[in-house]
């Protein structure tokens, strides 16, 4: 499954909806889509997936702010493993 995809998936299974596949850019925390708990859970998921070693305390919430900016992120860290 391609790193979209997957960051696509857990953020429809954490903000329970599917407009975070329908916009990339959608702010996730302004729309409260996606709180602290959600956020934390995000980045585990995530850090399990793709074996990275991603803290909830490492990430800002700005890079994290809309899911092209996750999938920018997790592209970029990826790359860097």
Do not use: C
């Not at 299974?13 to 959600?38: C, H, M, P, Y």
């Amino acid at each position: 499954m391609s790193v979209n995809e997957t960051v696509l998936k857990h953020l429809e299974r954490f903000t329970g909806t599917d407009q975070v596949r329908k916009d990339l850019n959608i702010d996730l925390f302004g729309e409260r889509l996606l709180d602290s708990l959600a956020s934390i859970e995000l980045v585990l998921a995530l850090s399990e997936d793709f074996s990275l070693d991603l803290a909830p305390g490492d990430v800002d919430r700005d890079e994290w702010a809309t899911p092209q900016k996750i999938i920018d992120y997790i592209n970029a860290r990826a790359k860097q493993a």
